[in-house]
């Protein structure tokens, strides 16, 4: 009778509070005679008492919608300066570093991360290391922010000596997909393509240069039979 009792008391409670009732004063033997199921229904008063309470707070503009967090990372997209291949290389390198398989490298990870590349670093060196590109505040990596390594590699946002441009340097990526053949890092396979692009192009100025030198030969021969030839009319 006490629990039907209480559901009919916060059901009227809720509809007062949505406007759909007017309150209406409660008879005081009402609440003597419930005097004795108070200790047994404290904790839902209490719990209805905070639900009215942020239901009003949010009514009148006080309160903010607490959503769960739906942020849905597609590297993809975010990082369109790398390829495919590139993101997939350095997917399998963090995964194959996070040893918790917890979807992080933390500092212990990161340590023996930068050991088996050949790299140690002290332990305020760690820490510095996560601090820089740490966006979150959760004092470990997730796969974005390891992302965002060889984002700042690549524009030269990072110290020549820092851990993190150490890290981005000794990571092998493989991007032989890319056609840019023996290149063993990714930076490595910026300057060979680079590389490859200008004498690639200078090839085919030289290419033009011989042609248009040919042509001119073909061109003085035909004059000099000419000549010649008149010569002999």
Do not use: W
């Not at 590349?117 to 959760?138: C, F, R, S």
């Not at 290419?207 to 001119?216: F, S, V």
């Amino acid at each position: 009778m006490a629990t039907d009792e209480l559901s009919s008391k916060l059901s009227r409670r809720l509809q007062i509070e949505e406007g759909a009732e007017d309150p209406v004063a409660v008879d005081v033997l009402e609440h003597q005679n419930g005097s004795e199921d108070k200790p047994s229904t404290a904790n839902a008063d209490s719990e209805l008492g905070a639900k009215l309470m942020r239901r009003g707070e949010l009514n009148e503009g006080q309160g903010e919608h607490r959503q769960p967090s739906m942020n849905v990372f597609n590297p993809y997209t975010e990082f369109k300066e790398f390829s495919r291949k590139q993101i997939k290389d350095m997917e399998r390198m963090f995964k194959t570093y996070d040893a918790g398989k917890d979807n992080y490298i933390d500092l212990m990870e990161l340590k023996l991360m930068m050991e088996k590349l050949g790299a140690p670093q002290t332990h305020v060196g760690l820490k510095n290391m996560i601090k820089e590109v740490d966006e979150d505040l959760d004092n470990k990596l997730n796969f974005r922010e390891c992302l965002l390594i060889f984002r700042k590699a690549a524009a030269g946002e990072l110290a020549e000596d820092s851990g993190l441009s150490v890290l981005a340097r000794l990571s092998e990526i493989d991007v032989s997909t890319e056609g840019v053949k023996g290149a063993k890092t990714f930076f490595e396979a910026k300057v060979q393509a680079i590389n490859e692009s200008t004498r690639f192009e200078a090839e085919i100025r030289q290419e033009q240069e011989a042609k248009k030198k040919q042509a001119e030969e073909q061109k003085q021969r035909r004059a000099a039979f000419k000549e010649l030839q008149s010569a002999f009319k």
